[in-house]
């Protein structure tokens, strides 16, 4: 059974930073890629960004030059470091990791609130 579970949400100014981790178990890591998605209140959930297995990264237009996405393998652990925070950021951020075809697993979320 797969796991991903979120961390590293929460409160900060405008222009600060977080770090969200996502640990994942119960999957081969590695194998994976993996993706870290927002739904704002009132909005569709959004890709941010993600990380194939090969270490390629992709990122939404909003968040580029602000976010870097990076993973640990030997941990099983996907990372978002988010800089230059706007209020437009706040949202709550999930983990996602995707294998070929297999329906992709989710975590549960962790709050980010970024106050002007």
């Known amino acids: 059974q797969v796991q991903l579970v979120e961390s590293g949400g929460g409160l900060v100014q405008a222009g600060g930073s977080l770090r969200l981790s996502c640990a994942a178990s119960?999957?081969?890591?590695?194998?994976?890629?993996m993706a870290w998605y927002r739904q704002a209140p009132g909005k569709q959930r959004e890709l941010v960004a993600g990380?194939?297995?090969?270490?390629?990264?992709n990122y939404a237009d909003s968040v580029k030059g602000r976010f870097t996405i990076s993973r640990d393998n030997a941990k099983k652990t996907v990372f978002l470091q988010m800089n230059s925070l706007k209020p437009e950021d706040t949202a709550v951020y999930s983990c996602?990791?995707?294998?070929?075809?297999?329906?992709?697993?989710w975590g549960q979320g962790t709050q980010v609130t970024v106050s002007s």
């Open positions: 990380i194939t297995s090969e270490g390629t990264s």
């Open positions: 996602n990791s995707q294998f070929r075809n297999r329906p992709p697993d």
């Open positions: 119960g999957l081969i890591f590695s194998l994976n890629t």
